[in-house]
């Protein structure tokens, strides 16, 4: 089955500077990656999301970049805020099923500091 | 408004008395699907349904029933639960066309087993 490694488990950054999550998946035939933003006591709420026929997608600061030789895809957030302080799940679809079997990464809880 | 709702928010039980937690949609999504979260271990499929009485397992489904008996309602059944689904619980749904949907989820519920 899939398995999604996600690092850092952890990251501080200083409000203004870049932040920078990776994720590698094990299953080549998975073709949905989405990104999840989960605020404390709040539920996930994707973010951005990539399909593997492309390598980059952008939507404002927030940049998700897929390598698919590699099995690797990373969140890339610019001009990080204090509002940008949340735990961010990565996720892969299990090949060829769509989106509906979806295996998560662990969360990487990223602070901005002020 | 559209909206995921689930009930309870908060549950307290004891070992072996069944119960449910239900989870209502007002978008007319044919996906649902049942997640648990826990500290380290990110978010774990439980189970998943396409449609009105098709429904399949994630990647943790022992210890649990679902059902989809109505298009707006998947409920999640714990028979005789343990101390070990002793966790939060979201349910989630989208529309299905292909893998272009994102998927919205509920609060969450918050379930402690003695």
């Known amino acids: 089955g899939e398995n999604v490694e996600q690092h850092p488990s952890t990251l501080s950054v200083q409000e203004g500077d870049s932040a920078v999550i990776k994720c590698t998946y094990s299953?080549?035939?998975?073709?949905?990656f989405p990104w999840y933003k989960q605020e404390l006591g709040k539920r996930p709420q994707l973010i951005i999301d990539?399909?593997?026929?492309?390598g980059e997608k952008k939507d404002q600061r927030i940049a998700v970049t897929l390598n698919k030789t590699a099995k690797h895809f990373s969140l890339h957030i610019t001009e990080t805020q204090p509002e940008d302080s949340a735990v961010y799940f990565c996720?892969?679809?299990?090949?060829?099923?769509?989106?509906?079997?979806?295996?998560f990464g662990t969360g990487t809880r990223l602070l901005v500091s002020p | 408004e559209a909206q995921v709702t689930q009930n309870p928010r908060y549950l307290i039980t004891v070992t072996g008395k069944k119960l449910t937690v239900t989870c209502s949609q007002n978008?007319?999504?044919?996906?649902m699907s049942w997640y648990r979260q826990d500290p380290g271990l990110g978010l774990r499929q439980i189970y998943y349904?396409?449609?009105?009485?098709?429904?399949d397992k994630g990647d943790v489904p022992e210890g649990y029933k679902v059902s989809r008996k109505e298009k707006r309602n998947f409920p999640l059944i714990l028979e005789s639960p343990s101390p070990n689904q002793t966790s939060l619980y979201f349910c989630?749904?989208?529309?299905?066309?292909?893998?272009?949907?994102?998927?919205?989820f509920g609060p969450g519920t918050r379930l402690t087993v003695l």
């Open positions: 989630a749904s989208s529309f299905f066309v292909g893998i272009t949907d994102t998927q919205y």
């Open positions: 299953d080549s035939a998975s073709n949905y």
């Open positions: 990539i399909r593997s026929n492309v």
């Open positions: 996720a892969a679809n299990l090949g060829n099923t769509g989106f509906q079997k979806l295996v």
């Open positions: 978008m007319n999504h044919e996906y």
């Open positions: 349904s396409m449609n009105v009485e098709v429904t």
